[in-house]
């Protein structure tokens, strides 16, 4: 019987190349999450280090449709906020918040953030996730809480308040606002984002219905160990690209 090894993220040796892979996964996570219904009106960021400008970041042009944003609608932002590359202005939370998680930790290449439905209405609980599932168990012990809420985010202040409470986790719930995700890849990034809101989704219809019963801990652990690792989130996205891309190619424009 063959023995097949599950894809890992790419490595490169021109950083033109993984700089035009992250763009390219980064549209393609936009369209995405319009076609799970995260797109609402301007909320909504997502971004990706620049692989050469450390200190820079892609993102989506304010105001636009996530639906339609193609590679070449993708603006880049120096850590002053200024869009040095793309002729759309920056959404000054997407900036606050995302200049300070990914300041905060280098390790990272991703954020994601949005407005969708059961995340934001499960931030309003002030509580983390429980491992109620095994797709939930990927963030056992790997979510924080920050547990505030001043209103729409446009001061770095809070931007760095909310890069503390994610500390080294992989999510953090935005009390009475949502969640943001984060990866050591784009496609890693944005596949927490949409599992966190199906989780979520899960765990309020279950608590809905009654009292649902947790996975223990020792077997949350050891599902985390397999299903939330960083290549575990990369390839979970893979399926949702291909498909995005398949049906939508003009995104790599």
């Known amino acids: ?36 219904g995260f797109s609402e009106g301007t909320a ?19 105001g636009l449709y996530f639906g339609h944003i193609r590679v070449s609608d993708l603006i880049l ?30 390790d990272i290449v991703a954020a994601a953030h949005a407005h969708s439905l059961y995340g934001k209405t499960w931030s309003s609980f002030r509580r983390l996730l429980d491992p109620l599932t095994q797709d939930a168990c990927a963030f056992y012990e790997d979510q924080a809480l920050f547990d505030d809420y001043n209103g729409v985010v446009l001061d770095t202040e809070e931007g760095k308040k909310i890069a503390e409470a994610l500390g080294n986790k992989k999510a953090v719930i935005l009390r009475n606002h949502g969640h943001l995700t984060v990866g050591h890849t784009v496609d890693e990034a944005a596949w927490w984002y949409i599992t966190f809101e199906r989780s979520a989704q899960s765990q309020l219809l279950a608590e809905a219905a009654g009292k649902p019963i947790p996975i223990d801990p020792e077997t949350a652990r050891f599902a985390q160990s397999q299903v939330g690792t960083h290549s575990s989130g990369w390839f979970s996205f ?14 790599l424009e």
């Open 1 to 36: 019987m063959p023995n097949f090894e599950r894809p890992q993220p790419p490595v490169f040796e021109r950083v033109e190349d993984e700089r035009l892979y992250r763009k390219q996964r980064l549209a393609a996570a936009f369209r995405i999450f319009a076609r799970f």
């Open 77 to 106: 932002v120096d850590r002053e906020g200024e869009v040095v590359k793309g002729n759309a202005p920056v959404n000054r939370a997407a900036f606050a918040i995302h200049s300070q998680v990914h300041e905060a930790r280098p």
């Open 44 to 62: 909504g960021h997502i971004t990706a280090r620049d692989p050469e400008f450390t200190d820079h970041f892609w993102v989506n042009p304010f």
């Open 238 to 251: 893979q399926p949702l690209y291909d498909r995005i891309v398949r049906e939508e190619p003009d995104l």
